[in-house]
C-alpha cells in the first residue's frame, strides 16, 4: 500500500479519498486487500470538505469516502457518482481530556472552565455536524470557550492531548481510539447521526477496464471484509 506523493497512479492502482475519521479501519482494509490482491491504494485522509473541493477541481480519485453524508450529496449533483455503498453510522460525541476536566452531561460546555475544540466548518464534517447540533440546543457559539479550530478530528484529537484545548465534538470512534481521554454522549433530541457512505466515481470507473476490474475486487472485498474491520473499530455498521 502506498499512501499520497508527487507519483501520479497507474491504472493498477485505486484512488481512495477518505475523511480522516475513518483512517484507521481504512488503512487495515486497504492494507489486507492491497496483500490479498497485489493492487496498490493510493490514499488521501482528509477533512470531507477539503476532499470535495479536490474532486471539484479535477483531481478525481476512484473511491470517495466522506465523512457524512451531506458531502456525498453535494458530490452526487455533480454527477459524479456511479456506485453508492452505505458502511456505518458515524455518531458524534462529547469528548475530553479527565487530567484537565470532568465532563458529566452535554450542557457541561457551558461551563467556564471549559475551552472548545471544534471542527472548522465547510471543511471537517464533524465541524458541519457540531454546528448543527449547537443550533438544536440552542446553544450560541459566543456563550462557548472556542479556543481552536481543526481541519480533521484526528486533529481535534490531538489538540485535546496536547492542551491547546480540553473539550471537542469528534466521533465516537475516533473517540475510542483514545485510551487517555473520555467521552460523554450527546442527548438523541439534539443528536445527529451521519452516514458513512462510499461512493465509486463513474468516470474513472468506466475509463478502463483494469481499474475497473480493480474496484470491483475492493467492492467485494469492503462487503465481506471491510464492514467487519468498521465493525472491530467502533463504528455502527449499516445493513447493505
Not at 497507474?10 to 488503512?27: E, H
Not at 475509463?207 to 465493525?231: E, H, M, Q, S, W
Request: glycine share 6%.
Amino acid at each position: 500500500m502506498i499512501s499520497c506523493n508527487k507519483k501520479t497512479p497507474g491504472n493498477d492502482t485505486i484512488i481512495i479519498f477518505a475523511g480522516a475519521g475513518a483512517k484507521t479501519p481504512l488503512q487495515r482494509i486497504n492494507q489486507e486487500f492491497s496483500k490479498l490482491y497485489n493492487i496498490k491504494i493510493f490514499n488521501d485522509f482528509h477533512g470531507s470538505g477539503t476532499l470535495l473541493h479536490k474532486i471539484k477541481s479535477g483531481v478525481l480519485p476512484d473511491i470517495f469516502i466522506p465523512a457524512a453524508a451531506y458531502w456525498m450529496e453535494k458530490c452526487k449533483k455533480y454527477q459524479l457518482i456511479g456506485k453508492l455503498i452505505p458502511i456505518a453510522a458515524h455518531i458524534p460525541v462529547i469528548v475530553y481530556n479527565p487530567k484537565k476536566i470532568i465532563i458529566k452531561q452535554f450542557h457541561d460546555l457551558l461551563k467556564p472552565s471549559v475551552s472548545l475544540a471544534l471542527g472548522k466548518v465547510g471543511v471537517a464534517a464533524i465541524g458541519n455536524v457540531s454546528e448543527k447540533i449547537f443550533n438544536l440546543a440552542s446553544i450560541k457559539k459566543e456563550s462557548l470557550k472556542i479556543t481552536a479550530y481543526a481541519y480533521t478530528v484526528k486533529q481535534l484529537l490531538y489538540y485535546i492531548k496536547t492542551g491547546h484545548a480540553n473539550v471537542s465534538v469528534v466521533w465516537k470512534a475516533d473517540a475510542l481510539e483514545e485510551p487517555t481521554l473520555k467521552y460523554v454522549h450527546i442527548p438523541k433530541k439534539y443528536n445527529l447521526i451521519e452516514t458513512i457512505q462510499l461512493g465509486v466515481l463513474q468516470k474513472r470507473y468506466t475509463a478502463n477496464n483494469i481499474r475497473k476490474k480493480n474496484i470491483d475486487l475492493y467492492l467485494r472485498f469492503i462487503k465481506t471484509r471491510g464492514l467487519k474491520v468498521f465493525k472491530n473499530h467502533g463504528f455502527t455498521v449499516l445493513p447493505l
